[in-house]
């Protein structure tokens, strides 16, 4: 009897530690990756930060180099875009190639950008951030570019502020919501950050957006709703992403905000599951379906889910976490920090740490800090593992940086 195939269609996170999983209980299956990227899977989070600064290379964001893959026996094919799954027959449709079969599918084609028309520029000439290729893209044109505009103060905007104004730029950010990166973070944490960048030079501009633009002699000149003007040669507008459906036309596959799976990545086909950004999950702690945009899930759900397709059968159950690196400035976030009836401050000051901890009746449902550097972390784990077991806390504790938190696992 011949083997079981499994395709893989995506190449990120989730994809590389998918693999990784099905290989480490099913070393004999048929594994097939096929990604629209031109490379081998590689992490995110560094095309924002220190692969604009030249602290690192993109090619040294790749997971696992080719040796992986061949010994591990997966057969890659890159640079194949997928026109349409077809659920019926099992097959991937792509253009001018033939079809790829399978047994079992795992979709992780993640999210794509959000794209944005600005009255007066041609679509060209405004950069996006997901992809290595555009990260190369904002490293060439800063080159040249010293008035950068940055449209969106979220998580990807922020960051690359952060990088840009290191490097020299002139930096302006316009976001049209009340306050930056609203959509993760409280805004406790997100006025500190905000005051961080405005110390650093950056120009922040809320409840704003960008009415038109105009071409002037090697720059543009951006007219903003309050009233202000801005300069610029350089635009990145980053307002969000939204999850990869493009090749699912088929009615049969559930959606809604994402791919509608199980706690196990099961989707409402058989034997195709889903994980990653794409993904939107029932998680049992939360008894509530969420879709997540960040590496730490795209890294556990892509190995949770892995297993369950070599054969496991196991629940993701996992606290979110996120983080992001502005500056010196280490963020954290666990859990939700949203639907909280009570909010506790733990320090005083970035350079020795503040995390807020938020909570429904005495137990923790998130937690988000701030500091210098990661000096954060073991609170913010702390509180991930308090929120996972819903074990009441005694506020006085939270509030007091003398008293350890690890003291409130044991009673």
């Not at 009615?251 to 199980?262: F, P, S, Y």
């Amino acid at each position: 009897m011949p083997e079981k195939n499994i395709v893989i269609l995506g190449g990120g996170q989730a994809a590389a530690n998918a693999i990784k999983a099905i290989r480490s209980l099913d070393q004999s299956c048929q594994v097939t990756l096929v990604s629209e990227e031109t490379s081998l899977p590689y992490e995110r989070p560094p095309l924002s930060k220190k692969c604009i600064t030249g602290e690192k290379t993109l090619e040294s964001c790749i997971f696992f180099d080719q040796e992986f893959y061949d010994n591990h026996n997966i057969e890659l094919h890159l640079e194949r875009k997928v026109e349409l799954v077809d659920f019926h027959n099992h097959q991937l449709l792509i253009d001018k190639q033939a079809p790829i079969e399978f047994d079992q599918l795992l979709i992780v084609t993640g999210s794509k950008n959000r794209v944005l028309e600005i009255d007066g520029l041609a679509s060209e000439k405004i950069n996006y951030l997901r992809t290595m290729a555009e990260s190369q893209t904002i490293v060439d044109e800063a080159q040249t570019g010293n008035r950068v505009l940055i449209i969106g103060g979220g998580f990807i905007g922020m960051e690359l502020a952060a990088s840009l104004r290191s490097l020299g730029k002139a930096v302006t950010v316009i976001e049209a919501g009340s306050q930056l990166m609203g959509r993760a973070i409280p805004c406790e944490i997100a006025g500190i950050v905000q005051e961080k960048h405005e110390q650093a030079g950056v120009t922040i501009h809320l409840d704003t957006t960008v009415t038109s633009v105009t071409n002037g002699e090697g720059s543009y000149r951006a007219e903003l709703s309050n009233g202000d003007t801005v300069m610029f040669n350089l635009i990145i507008v980053g307002i969000g992403i939204k999850p990869n459906l493009d090749a699912f036309a088929d009615g049969d596959l559930r959606t809604d905000n994402g791919i509608v799976t199980d706690e196990y990545g099961r989707t409402s086909i058989d034997n195709v599951y889903a994980a990653g950004d794409v993904a939107n999950f029932y998680h049992p702690h939360y008894d509530s379906y969420m879709r997540l945009e960040s590496w730490k899930h795209a890294q556990s759900h892509g190995i949770t889910v892995g297993k369950n397709i070599a054969g496991e059968s196991t629940a993701y159950n996992e606290i979110p976490w996120m983080w992001s690196e502005q500056y010196d400035y280490n963020l954290q976030l666990s859990g939700i920090a949203s639907g909280h009836d009570s909010c506790i401050k733990r320090g005083d000051s970035p350079e020795e740490g503040i995390v807020y901890f938020y909570l429904r009746g005495n137990r923790i449902i998130g937690a988000c800090g701030v500091s210098v550097g990661p000096k954060i972390g073991r609170d913010i784990r702390v509180a991930g593992m308090l929120t996972k077991v819903s074990q009441e806390v005694d506020p006085d504790v939270l509030s007091d940086t003398d008293q350890k938190l690890q003291s409130l696992l044991s009673k």
